[in-house]
């Protein structure tokens, strides 16, 4: 059985950084990509940023390229992604996502499962 858990959301400061974990489980991790999206208050969800199964190659969503980094720990099948310059904007319910295969898909499409979502809120 698939499962995706996320951690490590929280409050940040305009300015601050945060780290979220997503921990898999269920399936052959390092042979498919993965991607973080998010859902901000009243709006639609959207895809952040993705990683291949091997982590050789990642893309971003122009909104948080420079700011975010995903990368991954095949080991301890692990997704990470590392936020740092939080904007206000940022604030959002953000989401692990197991790709059907192992390209990236920078979309909400393309993705068979979902975690639970971790709130991040960025506010002073």
């Known amino acids: 059985q698939v499962q995706l858990v996320e951690s490590g959301g929280g409050l940040a400061q305009p300015g601050g950084s945060l780290r979220l974990s997503c921990a898999a489980s269920g399936f052959t991790f390092s042979s498919y990509a993965m991607s973080w999206a998010r859902q901000a208050p009243g709006k639609g969800l959207e895809w952040v940023a993705g990683?291949?199964?091997?982590?050789?190659?990642?893309a971003y969503a122009d909104s948080v390229k420079g700011r975010f980094t995903i990368s991954r720990g095949n080991a301890k099948n692990t997704l990470y992604l590392q936020m740092n310059s939080l904007k206000p904007e940022d604030t959002a319910l953000y989401y692990c996502a197991k790709s059907y295969g192992a390209v990236v898909v920078p979309s909400i499409e393309g993705y068979d499962y979902w975690g639970q979502g971790t709130q991040v809120t960025v506010s002073s």
């Open positions: 990683i291949l199964g091997d982590g050789s190659d990642t």
